[in-house]
């Protein structure tokens, strides 16, 4: 596609239900990062993906929080037992390769209301 | 302390001035600093990214870096309501990208 896409762009949940929110990067993008963005702050990292490496998982902020990306290219990020505090815009961003002189480039986002 | 520090603002500029944002990083081995506008309730899209020392021009933007004093600037010439928006300075270290919180800019017509 021309762009990272997201889905779903807004998600209402319960408390203690779990979520799944979906990123598809662009293609031939090996990199693939999360992120969440709560009002007013900036971009918090979570978890990042390159190729067929085993992921960096420190940003996740507990053990609620898991994500998996299949075949090297669509991720998934699963909140269970969502609790408030995790509302937010999560937002995913690929690029080409990690070399930092390469520029990420973010989808829409899935903005999540935890009631 | 946090590894990316900008302003939060609230910056205004009058159309047709300059607008100057500040960034500055804790980590010396920051690798590339990044530049993103992020329009309300949108994503952020890439401005600029520099990684050498020195300036980097682009249209009306301009990047600057001084590693020495781990600061990155971006100047924003003939400022256009159009440009009212959050900007977001990102500096990556190997693998993570770390943001700040960004500067609110508003362009005054």
């Known amino acids: 596609g021309a762009g990272v896409s997201q889905s779903p762009s807004n998600k209402v949940t319960e408390k203690g239900k779990d979520v799944e929110l979906r990123c598809d990067p662009i293609s031939g993008h090996t990199a693939l990062y999360w992120y969440r963005q709560s009002l007013g702050q900036g971009l918090e990292f979570l978890i990042y993906f390159q190729g067929n490496s085993a992921p960096d998982k420190s940003g996740l902020p507990s053990d609620r929080f898991s994500a998996e990306r299949t075949g090297g290219s669509v991720s998934t990020l699963t909140i269970q037992r969502t609790q408030q505090e995790d509302s937010a815009v999560y937002l995913c961003?690929?690029?080409?390769?990690?070399?930092?002189?390469?520029?990420?480039?973010f989808g829409p986002g899935t903005r999540l209301t935890v009631l | 302390q946090k590894e990316v520090e900008q302003n939060s603002g609230p910056l205004s500029v009058p159309e047709g001035a300059i607008a100057s944002l500040n960034c500055t990083y804790s980590?010396?081995?920051?690798?590339?600093f990044f530049w993103y506008r992020q329009y309300s309730g949108k994503s952020p899209e890439l401005i600029m990214f520099i990684y050498s020392n020195g300036d980097k021009e682009d249209g009306r933007f301009t990047a600057q870096l001084n590693k020495a004093s781990q600061y990155v600037s971006l100047l924003i010439r003939d400022s256009q309501p159009s440009d009212s928006a959050t900007y977001l300075c990102a500096v990556n270290i190997g693998n993570q990208f770390y943001f700040g919180t960004g500067t609110s800019l508003t362009v005054i017509p």
């Open positions: 961003a690929s690029s080409r390769w990690t070399s930092g002189a390469d520029t990420q480039y």
């Open positions: 980590d010396r081995g920051s690798q590339s």
